[in-house]
């Protein structure tokens, strides 16, 4: 059964100084692993708990479990990140719009490792972001409107193949039905002008990149 309503998976990522994730009234709180000390730390308390929990101490662990919170727990030697498996419940309980919070961090391997969850084959209609409060990561397979500040960097990534027929409007450096492809850098650094812009294409996927200025 398909919910309006928002998940959003906070994860072990970096959380930058002067910046947090918005939330909305009624979103369900998943906690992916170490991602519960976010929550912690902004007063919040999960609806749900899962992962391995290798980086939920003991006493943590107690905590959430005298809370009545519900805990999934998996073994370490797992096949899926516990991201991913987070990720999995949220799509099996219906939700249309979710958001991965805190996804960026130093291991580099898990920063692509989440960005590439954006091109799951299953998404379809579904409405999936990655976003700090400073950085937001969207995969478009179609046009779409970003709300946005004048002044925000906007960056565009070809996604596996050549994006074609991008055309743009509110952005300094504007496209019109032009190509970008994978290998090259040419989308990178673009910037809002103001409080929206739009992105229409005609073939590919578009990795969209919004960064607040600090």
């Known amino acids: 059964m398909q919910t309006d309503k928002r998940a959003v998976l906070f994860v072990n990522g970096q959380a930058k100084p002067g910046f947090e994730v918005s939330l909305l009234p009624g979103d369900f709180l998943i906690a992916v692993d170490g991602g519960l000390g976010h929550l912690r730390r902004l007063g919040l308390t999960p609806n749900l708990l899962i992962g391995d929990l290798d980086s939920v101490d003991a006493a943590e662990l107690a905590d ?15 096949d899926q990140t516990d991201l991913e498996l987070a990720l999995d419940y949220a799509l099996d309980f219906g939700y249309t719009q979710i958001v991965i919070a805190y996804p960026f961090g130093d291991r580099v391997d898990h920063t692509l490792g989440n960005l590439s969850l954006l091109s799951r084959p299953d ?17 478009l397979r179609s046009g779409a409107r970003f709300s946005s500040q004048p002044g925000e960097l906007i960056s565009l990534f070809a996604w596996g193949e050549p994006v074609q027929g991008i055309t743009t409007q509110r952005l300094e450096y504007p496209l019109r039905g032009e190509t970008l492809i994978p290998w090259q850098t040419r989308g990178i650094s673009n910037v809002a002008l103001a409080d929206s812009f739009e992105i229409n294409f005609h073939h590919g996927r578009l990795l969209v990149i919004k960064t607040k200025p600090n």
């Open 64 to 78: 959430i479990a005298a809370a009545g919170v519900e805990i999934r727990r998996f073994p370490p030697a797992k």
């Open 123 to 139: 998404l379809n209609s579904e409405s999936l972001s990655l976003d700090d409060g400073q950085v937001e990561a969207r995969l």
